[in-house]
């Protein structure tokens, strides 16, 4: 699942996004596609958790899931659930 945010950054740290990991793009094959990812999504939440701006972490957190996990994207001015299982 490494590959499904090879693309992601973090974005600059500042009052309105920090801790936050913005998709910068989704590559053509990867897991982030799959899961109907799209440029410039938020990543702001797991599990109801505010989300840290370490990728490593989040790759982490989502190679360990047994069970679906709820991901809290920001895209276009909404909150959007997303359920990410293996």
Do not use: C, Y
């Amino acid at each position: 699942m490494a590959e499904a945010f090879d693309n992601v950054q973090s974005p600059p740290p500042n009052k309105d996004n920090e801790g936050f990991i913005q998709i910068k793009s989704v590559g053509r094959f990867s897991f982030a596609r799959e899961l109907r990812l799209r440029d410039g999504d938020v990543i702001v939440a797991i599990d109801g958790l505010r989300s840290e701006s370490d990728i490593i972490k989040l790759e982490n957190q989502l190679d360990d899931v047994d069970e679906p996990i709820l991901v809290t994207l920001f895209r276009d001015g909404h909150f959007l659930p997303l359920f990410v299982s293996k």
